[in-house]
C-alpha cells in the first residue's frame, strides 16, 4: 500500500478550520439513535484535533435525499446525540455559506448539515467539492465506510486542499493492509451469506489471495449443488453451477485449497429448533430437506485449519445464524479464531453488517484484532477494487 499521511503529519493545527470527512449515517428510530457505533468511531480524531486547539468542522451524509433538503435527513435530527458521545458541546449549521462557520472558536466543532442536500454531492461535482473546501485550511478522511464513493465530501475535496487520514481511517487501511495487502502467511478467509451471485468478485478475488477459501451460508450449497450434491430444498442458485465450478477450478490452479462442509445441521422447516432438525452428512440430505447450518465435524476441521494459519479475513455468517440453532458453527469457528487471535497466533479481520452482528452475538467482536462497521466499502476492498476515498488520500 502506498503511504498516506495520518494526524502525525499534520503539525500545528491551533485556529485552523479543519473539514472532517466523517460517518454519521447511523440507524435512527423516532428521533432516537438506535446503534451509535459510527459516531463513537469518530470520537479519537475529533476529540485529538479539537484538543489541539483546531476549528473542527464535520461533513457527513445522512440518507439519501438525492440533492434535496429534507427534514427527516437533517444532520440537525442527531447532534445532541453526537455531542452527548463526543463529551463537549456540538453546534449545527444549516446552511455551507454562513458566516457562523467562521465564528467559532479554536476547539470548537461543529456539525454541518447533509452533503447529499446539494446534488453536487454524489455528482463529485468540482464546484460543490470548492465551496467545501473553501471552508476549511485541511481536510481529514475518518470515513472508510464512504470511502468506496467518488463524491465531492469523500474525493473531490482531497485534490483541494492537504488532507489526510483520521485515527479510524489509519487503523482500517492499516489492518486491511495486515490482511490482504502484505499478510503473514498461511491466510484464511471465510465468506459467507445466503448468495454467490453477491460475492462472485469476491470469490474470484480471494482465490488468488489466500491459501484456504472456507465458504459456508447459502453459498455453500451453491457449491455442493454444482459438485453434484444433491442439496434438497436448501437455498441455492443451480443456474450458477458453471460459475461455481470456474471458482473451484481456478482455486486448484492458484493452490487455493477451498473448504465445503462434509456434515451439515438440516431441517424440514425453517425456524427456531424445529422438530425435524438432524445433523448429517452432505450426501444424505433427503429431497425435502434443507441445510441451515455447517455441521459439528466440519467445524472441528475448519477450527483446525485456522490453527495452521497466520491470517484470517471473514466476511458472511456459515449459517442462517439469526435463528437458534443455525448460528452453532459460526459462533464456534468466531470463538476458535478470536482465541487464536488473543493468544497472538492470528491476525485476524472481519467486516460487514451481519458479519459484526454474528460476531457480537458470538460475543467475540472485541477478541478480533480488528472489526469494520463499513458494507459496502469492505466488500468492495475483498473484490481487490481501487476505493476513491482512499486512493485521493495516496496521491
Not at 437533517?74 to 455531542?83: E, G, M, N, P
Request: net charge negative.
Amino acid at each position: 500500500m502506498t503511504s498516506f499521511k495520518t494526524l502525525d503529519d499534520i503539525g500545528d493545527v491551533r485556529g485552523k478550520r479543519v473539514l472532517v470527512r466523517v460517518d454519521l449515517n447511523v440507524p435512527m428510530k423516532d428521533d432516537v439513535v438506535t446503534d451509535d457505533t459510527r459516531l463513537r468511531a469518530t470520537v479519537p480524531t475529533v476529540a485529538e484535533l479539537a484538543d489541539k486547539g483546531a476549528i473542527v468542522l464535520l461533513l457527513s451524509h445522512f440518507g439519501r435525499p438525492k440533492g434535496e433538503r429534507r427534514a427527516d435527513m437533517s444532520l440537525a435530527r442527531l447532534t445532541d446525540a453526537y455531542a452527548h458521545v463526543l463529551g463537549r458541546p456540538v453546534l449545527f449549521v444549516a446552511d455551507w455559506d454562513k458566516a457562523e462557520v467562521v465564528e467559532l472558536a479554536p476547539g470548537e466543532a461543529a456539525v454541518l448539515e447533509n452533503t447529499r442536500f446539494d446534488p453536487g454531492e454524489e455528482k463529485n461535482d468540482p464546484a460543490f467539492a470548492r465551496r467545501l473546501a473553501s471552508l476549511g485550511d485541511l481536510y481529514v478522511d475518518d470515513a472508510f465506510s464512504a470511502a468506496h464513493r467518488a463524491h465531492a465530501s469523500t474525493e473531490g475535496i482531497a485534490h483541494l486542499l492537504p488532507a489526510y487520514a483520521g485515527r479510524a481511517m489509519e487503523a482500517e487501511l492499516k489492518a486491511l493492509e495486515a490482511a490482504l495487502g502484505n499478510p503473514e502467511r498461511p491466510v484464511a478467509a471465510v465468506v459467507g451469506g445466503a448468495k454467490v451471485s453477491t460475492k462472485l468478485d469476491v470469490l474470484k478475488h480471494l482465490v488468488g489471495k489466500v491459501d484456504h477459501l472456507i465458504i459456508g451460508g447459502g453459498m455453500a450449497n451453491t457449491f455442493l449443488a454444482a459438485r453434484g450434491v444433491n442439496v434438497g430444498k436448501s437455498l441455492a442458485e443451480h443456474d450458477l453451477a458453471g460459475t461455481a465450478e470456474e471458482i473451484l477450478v481456478a482455486a486448484e490452479r492458484a493452490s487455493c485449497i477451498v473448504h465445503l462442509p462434509y456434515d451439515v445441521v438440516v431441517a424440514k422447516e425453517f425456524a427456531p429448533n424445529p422438530p425435524s432438525l438432524r445433523t448429517c452428512n452432505v450426501h444424505e440430505v433427503a429431497a425435502d430437506e434443507m441445510i441451515l447450518d455447517l455441521g459439528p465435524a466440519a467445524v472441528e476441521a475448519l477450527a483446525d485449519v485456522l490453527k495452521t494459519c497466520r491470517t484470517l479475513v471473514w466476511n458472511g455468517p456459515l449459517g442462517a445464524f439469526e435463528t437458534p440453532p443455525f448460528d452453532a458453527a459460526t459462533v464456534a469457528l468466531a470463538r476458535t479464531a478470536a482465541a487464536l487471535t488473543q493468544e497472538g497466533s492470528l491476525v485476524s479481520v472481519a467486516g460487514g453488517g451481519d458479519t459484526v452482528a454474528a460476531l457480537n452475538q458470538a460475543g467475540v467482536a472485541d477478541d478480533f484484532t480488528f472489526v469494520s462497521t463499513a458494507g459496502g466499502a469492505f466488500l468492495e476492498w475483498m473484490e481487490g477494487k481501487k476505493l476513491p476515498g482512499v486512493e485521493a488520500l495516496m496521491q
